[in-house]
């Protein structure tokens, strides 16, 4: 039972660069989202999706893109990176927007050089 | 601004000691309210959540926690720590009848043997 599988695990980019995180799961889960953790901060909400088609914007969306095409991926696209963005990001599905059990994956720790 | 607060960054606690992480909502209404925990390179797990009804919630690992709508606080508690219990915490909360879930700071948990 893999549960959130995100990859990769660790990547360094360059400022300007753009790459995707990947997020799957294997839950039937309807609602998935995204979060950066930086110290002192706790987690903050990039953005969310509540079912296949559907995504909306978290506290913290700007230089980031989502789309969810089918109910298991929830891809994270970094446009344009810069160093702000250096941070740990993790990805987490539940069975319900907020009410359940939030299941993370183990997440992507990411430095813009 | 609606918050969550965590006002201990850091604690540390004999093996064996007892156990109080404090947190603190600013919501008009009563939230939905959860405890996480995260080890050293791991997601989150849920520890325990309150929605409604007792106030005092029973988690997994022998952990639980009060519900004080007087002090708008959802401290965590455990009665003896073990050196298992070594990570970093974190308060969050859904508003009610709202749809995302806010993370406080984090308290890391340092054990002494």
């Known amino acids: 039972n893999a549960g959130v599988t995100q990859t990769p695990k660790f990547q360094v980019l360059k400022t300007g660069q753009s790459m995707t995180l990947q997020c799957a799961q294997d839950?039937?889960?309807?609602?998935m989202s995204w979060y950066r953790q930086d110290p002192g901060m706790g987690l903050r909400l990039i953005h969310y999706?509540?079912?296949?088609?559907?995504?909306d914007q978290g506290e913290v969306p700007n230089g980031y893109n989502v789309s969810r095409s089918t109910t298991e991926d929830f891809p994270l696209r970094l446009l344009s990176a810069a160093p702000s963005q250096t941070s740990v990001y993790f990805c987490?599905?539940?069975?319900?927007?907020?009410?359940?059990?939030?299941?993370f994956g183990e997440g992507s720790r990411l430095t813009v050089l | 601004a609606q918050s969550v607060t965590q006002p201990d960054i850091h604690i540390t606690v004999s093996e064996g000691a007892s156990l109080e992480l404090r947190c603190n909502y600013s919501?008009?209404?009563?939230?939905?309210l959860f405890w996480y925990v995260q080890s050293p390179g791991q997601g989150l797990q849920l520890l325990l959540k309150?929605?409604?009804?007792?106030?005092l919630v029973q988690g997994i690992k022998g952990f639980e926690a009060e519900f004080k709508r007087s002090q708008s606080s959802f401290n965590l508690r455990k009665p003896s720590v073990h050196w298992s219990d070594a990570a970093e915490y974190f308060c969050?909360?859904?508003?009610?009848?709202?749809?995302?879930?806010?993370f406080g700071g984090g308290t890391r948990l340092m054990v002494k043997p």
């Open positions: 969050a909360v859904v508003p009610n009848a709202g749809n995302m879930l806010t």
């Open positions: 999706s509540v079912g296949a088609g559907i995504t």
């Open positions: 987490a599905s539940s069975r319900g927007q907020g009410f359940g059990e939030l299941f």
């Open positions: 919501y008009g209404a009563t939230p939905y």
């Open positions: 309150y929605f409604s009804g007792d106030t």
């Open positions: 839950m039937n889960h309807e609602y």
